[in-house]
Nanobody, 124 residues
Framework: QVKLVESGGGTVQAGGSLRLSCTVTGSGNFFMGWFRQAPGKEREGVACMTPNGGMIYYADSVKGRFTFSKDNARNTLYLQMSTLEPEDTAMYYC???????????????????WGQGTQVTVSS
């Protein structure tokens, strides 16, 4: 069993930055992902990290602007978001999967555990 709790969301002007956190409780080697869902849209993958942190996948829409990192000592994941755009406005979720690969990392159905989400709003 894994429990995920996100924090750090808020409202920011376009061009600004936010850092989201995801505290992980429980044990296991999981692929960890960040997803987002805007009103009226499907949930989409933002970034995903392999269990050892050796590989990180990013959606094309956030490459170069978002950075996924982790602090093993704190059991916490981070999503540093820079140069934010109004199109980044969404509920952001942290998720854990038993297995994914480069072709499947962005598919929500592959992730077993989910946090409750944190809202990010970017104003123009």
């Amino acid at each position: 069993q894994v429990k995920l709790v996100e924090s750090g969301g808020g409202t920011v002007q376009a061009g600004g930055s936010l850092r989201l956190s995801c505290t992980v409780t429980g044990s296991g080697n999981f692929f960890m992902g960040w997803f987002r869902q805007a009103p009226g849209k499907e949930r989409e993958g933002v970034a995903c990290m392999t269990p050892n942190g050796g590989m990180i996948y990013y959606a094309d829409s956030v490459k170069g602007r978002f950075t996924f990192s982790k602090d093993n000592a704190r059991n916490t994941l981070y999503l540093q978001m820079s140069t934010l755009e109004p199109e980044d406005t969404a509920m952001y979720y942290c998720a854990a999967a038993f297995w994914i690969n480069s072709a499947t990392w962005s598919e929500p159905n592959n992730f077993r555990y989910w946090g409750q989400g944190t809202q990010v709003t970017v104003s123009s």
